[in-house]
């Protein structure tokens, strides 16, 4: 049971345009919502998160958007440079429950492919 | 200062050979997470250390699978009698536990599991 959907495993856009990354869940219990971006032999790295108060939050070319009610979020990415090439997960957790354990669900990722 | 690290980064073994991975996490961080991501797969969380409580064993596929925590630093995760489902790279995750907050997870580079 996939709680955590990426239902584009790859997406190419031209350097300088937006990439738009999407993500859905199923829990309604996630209440904390993250994007990793993973590097071929490298370990997933922190990108952006979003808390499920916000429907948006912004860090520099990366925005992430939240809609509650469809049970979606999306990652902006403007304007797409040659060095976003790599695979970006998404990634919920539940923080007001198990006892702190904060463990991630993740979707099945998305390779981002960006031409220059 | 030093990232989480793995090792070893890459393991073949036999089926039904017994295997330990070894992560070492960032210092001073006292929750510590096992995942692994089999092929095409997102990542799945296997097991949660904080501090010196009890681990959260709740993702662990099988009672092959065991990890344990020394001195509240260093993790070893063992399979015994591998499988070839458990070809896999096995992450390891450290963060912060400042309670009331979701604590950004820091990744290791993983250990590449093949079992033939």
């Known amino acids: 049971d996939q709680q955590v959907k990426q239902n584009s495993p790859s997406l190419s856009v031209q350097e300088g345009r937006i990439s738009i990354l999407n993500c859905d869940y199923t829990n309604s219990m996630f209440d904390y919502f993250l994007w990793y971006k993973k590097y071929p032999a490298e370990g997933p790295t922190f990108l952006i998160s979003?808390?499920?108060?916000?429907d948006k939050n912004e860090d520099g070319r990366f925005t992430v958007f939240l809609n509650k009610s469809a049970k979606h979020l999306s990652l902006h990415i403007v304007p797409s440079q040659p060095g976003d090439s790599a695979v970006y997960f998404c990634a919920a957790s539940e923080t007001r429950s198990n006892f702190g354990n904060e463990k991630l669900t993740f979707g099945t990722g998305t390779r981002l492919t960006i031409i220059p | 200062g030093a990232g989480v690290s793995q090792s070893p980064s890459n393991k073949v073994t036999e089926k039904g050979k017994d295997v330990e991975l070894r992560c070492d996490p960032i210092s001073g961080h006292t929750a510590l997470y096992w995942y692994r991501q089999s092929l095409g797969q997102g990542l799945e969380f296997l097991i949660y250390?904080?501090?010196?409580?009890?681990?959260?064993k709740s993702g662990l596929p099988s009672d092959r699978f065991s990890a344990e925590r020394t001195g509240g630093s260093v993790s070893t995760l063992t399979i015994q009698r591998t499988q070839q489902e458990d070809s896999a790279v096995y992450l390891c995750?450290?963060?912060?536990?400042?309670?009331?907050?979701?604590?950004?997870?820091?990744f290791g580079p993983g250990t590449r599991l093949t079992v033939l």
């Open positions: 979003i808390s499920s108060i916000k």
């Open positions: 250390f904080q501090g010196n409580s009890a681990p959260d």
């Open positions: 995750a450290s963060s912060l536990s400042r309670g009331g907050y979701l604590n950004t997870q820091y």
